[in-house]
């Protein structure tokens, strides 16, 4: 039985005679005891100074046994409730170990009986406790080991996207100089941090889905062929096909690998979305993208100057881009001189955070 004053219990009893000699049962056992002579006052009790045991009479008046079960087990399902019926009422005490009550003692009850009953109850509602903390420590446990294994091997994509343009000096650090711009964009607009997480996730890996196309066509040096280019397109539905196991959990970041070349007035690609349809972030990732391949050398055609590339934004306003981000991406850089940015570091995936552990966050 428990130490003196460490466990209280609330006895409800419509019968004050009956009720005080409960209380002196369990008070002899060390417990402390509240007392309630009806279901709404037991209530109004727990509702004051939740106990983590209540016996309750089956039969009063106002709220009944059954109702108060009921209730205590659906706003405090940690309190384990013990039922005290009258032999005839066997029947009754069974259906209230269905409802969820722990056990039942039957009157005329006797001291041996009720420390039996009450010790059990506190033993099944222990045992409760801990395989509920077991579980969801294991749980948690489960899903970080699973939430490290997509970081692995998303952090092997990226490796791979590396490796991808490290092969072509023309294309070399290009993922890392439109994450940063991207995210430059992103902090100008202000946008919460976990949004400008998974701007850069998708920066990052938006063209994953080159590891797909034909080094013929992707390195070509002359004027590609419409199928070529249709080809080297469907590197946005390549990389979302390789992505989307793995990003589940980050369906904004996978829209912009399948999106970011998608055009605001619908004559984009893979999907011809059109205006607000393309994903607000793959219109983000789209103006950096697009400013990063005009100022970078490519084998078909030298790199242009930022002041053209910067002319080239504000001519595609409303056509390809979305004029808030183009303004957005200006007023992020304002001295055009700093422009194009050497290539940084690409940082490590990042997952953003789930909802559940944004909670905890």
């Known amino acids: 039985m428990p130490q003196p004053n460490v466990m209280q219990v609330l006895v409800v009893d419509d019968e004050p005679r009956l009720r005080r ?7 002899g056992e060390g417990f402390t ?10 209530l109004a009790v727990m509702e004051k100074d939740p106990v983590p045991l209540v016996i309750s009479d089956l039969r009063m008046p106002e709220m009944d046994g059954v109702t108060l079960l009921r209730e205590i087990i659906a706003r405090w399902p940690d309190t384990a409730m013990i039922m005290v019926t009258a032999v005839a009422e066997v029947e009754s005490a069974v259906a209230c170990l269905q409802l969820g009550a722990l056990d039942y003692v039957a009157k005329p009850f006797h001291l041996d009986e009720v420390r039996a009953r009450v010790t059990q109850a506190l033993d099944k509602r222990r045992l409760i406790l801990e395989n509920r903390t077991y579980h969801q420590g294991l749980e948690a446990r489960v899903q970080v080991q699973a939430r490290r294994i997509e970081e692995v091997f998303l952090e092997g994509v990226q490796a ?6 490290e092969k072509d000096a023309y294309t070399r650090g290009h993922s890392a100089r439109v994450a940063h711009y991207a995210v430059r964009v992103a902090r100008q607009l202000k946008l919460d941090s976990q949004v400008v997480d998974t701007i850069a996730l998708g920066a990052e890996l938006h063209d994953i889905g080159k590891i797909g196309v034909r080094e013929a066509v992707l390195y070509k040096a002359g004027k590609l062929t419409p199928d070529e280019y249709r080809h080297i397109m469907e590197h946005t539905v390549i990389g979302a096909r390789i ?9 904004q970041a996978l829209a912009i690998v399948r999106s970011h070349h998608e055009r605001l007035d619908g004559s984009g690609s893979p999907d011809g979305l059109k205006g607000d349809a393309i994903p607000f972030e793959a219109r983000v990732v789209s103006v950096a993208d697009s400013f990063d391949a005009m100022t970078s050398e490519r084998p ?16 595609g306003k409303g056509v390809q881009f979305d004029p808030v981000l183009v303004d957005a991406f200006l007023h992020a850089f304002p001295d055009p001189s700093a422009l194009p940015l050497a290539t940084p570091q690409l940082s490590p995936v990042r997952l953003p955070l789930r909802a559940t552990e944004a909670q905890r966050v």
Do not use: I
Request: hydrophobic share 45%.
């Open 160 to 165: 791979l996207a590396q490796a991808l343009e």
């Open 300 to 315: 078909y055609r030298p790199g242009l100057s930022v002041q053209q590339a910067v002319r080239e934004l504000q001519e």
């Open 243 to 251: 992505l989307s196991p793995l990003l589940r959990d980050a369906p």
């Open 33 to 42: 005891c509240l007392e309630a002579g009806s279901g709404t006052e037991a």
């Open 21 to 27: 000699v409960m209380v002196r049962l369990l008070a």
